[in-house]
């Protein structure tokens, strides 16, 4: 429960993906269905699968400036994925990542 909790205090209130949540919406849960969402995600870990609504992102072009707005170079994509992955992206990334002196080191084990 600890990293899903830390997880959310890092996320900020963006914009949500396809599936229209928010994270505020996450963040007011109450603590059974915090529980119940920590259910979900450990079995997602177990399985090792994202949930395939999780793949897809709404892509928004944002103008760079200083560019023609009838050019595609004068434009940089921002994907917005749904928050639900974010949070267990986040949460996972601070298991893997160690800080030290500055240099971000990760520390993760693949199998083949």
Not at 34 to 51: A, S
Not at 70 to 90: D, E, G, K, Q
Request: hydrophobic share 40%; proline share 6%; net charge positive.
């Amino acid at each position: 429960m600890q990293e899903l909790v830390q997880a959310l205090g890092a996320c900020s209130g963006t914009s949500p993906g396809p599936d229209e949540i928010r994270y505020e919406m996450i963040k007011h849960l109450d603590h059974g269905s915090m529980i119940k969402l920590l259910q979900v995600y450990n079995e997602i870990w177990r399985g090792q699968t994202f949930p395939n609504s999780w793949h897809f992102a709404h892509v928004i072009p944002i103008p760079k400036g200083g560019g023609s707005p009838r050019s595609t170079m004068s434009y940089r994509p921002i994907a917005l994925t749904s928050v639900r992955r974010s949070i267990i992206v986040t949460a996972v990334l601070s298991l893997f990542c160690v800080a030290s002196d500055g240099i971000l080191f990760f520390s993760m084990v693949f199998s083949s």
